[in-house]
């Protein structure tokens, strides 16, 4: 079956910091990938996605870029914000008959200091 | 952006009782909704999907007499959890799609003693 590991955390940066959030997944066919953001008692949104191999997607200052030969989705940010604090999902969805079904990984809990 | 609530945001009830969350998309239209449920340090893992005026499909190991999806409108879905136990305490999730975007309520907590 499908699955997405991500980094275990929490992180914590200081800010101007240097993010990245390590994304692994397991899946059949050619998923999309998606990175998701919680900010403290609000729902996901979605941060960026990439439908396709060597696709990068790229959002807010944040990027990933689908690696098929690695199968990773590794989230970065060249310099990291205190509004940056939030959870950060990794995702997939391999469409068809699982269209909009997402399979995510556990989260990441990142706190960013002044 | 689009705006979805969930209501409560947090409930404690005793064993055996039945808890109602209710789902709403505030500004736009979803004929699609998905349920998540998240225990602690766990990702969300899908329960159902469900189609407005339609029965709703439960993911394999997710017992739908137990957790009963309403999804009479386009605009409010609801999750019962029926005669729950402390097994059930987790953190709830819908998820309305609109095109090929899905938004995500901000989750309810659920308790059970």
């Known amino acids: 079956g499908n699955s997405v590991t991500q980094m275990e955390g929490p992180v914590t940066l200081s800010e101007e910091a240097f993010l990245t959030i390590n994304c692994t997944y397991t899946a059949t066919g050619y998923p999309s990938l998606f990175w998701y953001v919680q900010y403290p008692g609000e729902g996901l949104q979605l941060l960026l996605k990439?439908?396709?191999?060597?696709d990068k997607g790229s959002n807010k200052g944040f990027e990933a870029t689908y690696r098929k030969e690695t199968t990773s989705f590794h989230l970065e940010k060249g310099s990291v914000q205190v509004s940056d604090s939030a959870v950060y999902f990794c995702?997939?969805?391999?469409?068809?008959?699982?269209?909009?079904?997402?399979?995510f990984g556990q989260g990441t809990i990142l706190t960013v200091h002044p | 952006g689009a705006v979805v609530s969930q209501h409560p945001s947090r409930v404690i009830c005793k064993s055996g009782t039945s808890v109602k969350i209710e789902c709403r998309s505030l500004d736009f239209q979803a004929t699609t909704m998905f349920w998540y449920r998240q225990f602690p340090k766990q990702s969300l893992m899908l329960m159902a999907t469900?189609?407005?005026?339609?029965?709703?499909?439960?993911e394999q190991g997710v017992e739908k007499d137990k957790f009963l999806i309403n999804h009479a409108s386009l605009t409010l879905s609801t999750l019962t959890v029926t005669s729950a136990h402390p097994e059930d305490s987790s953190f709830y999730i819908c998820?309305?799609?609109?095109?090929?975007?899905?938004?995500f309520g901000p989750g309810t907590r659920l308790l059970v003693l």
């Open positions: 998820s309305p799609l609109l095109g090929e975007t899905q938004y």
């Open positions: 990439a439908t396709k191999a060597d």
């Open positions: 469900s189609n407005e005026g339609s029965k709703a499909t439960y």
């Open positions: 995702a997939l969805e391999t469409g068809g008959t699982s269209y909009g079904k997402l399979t």
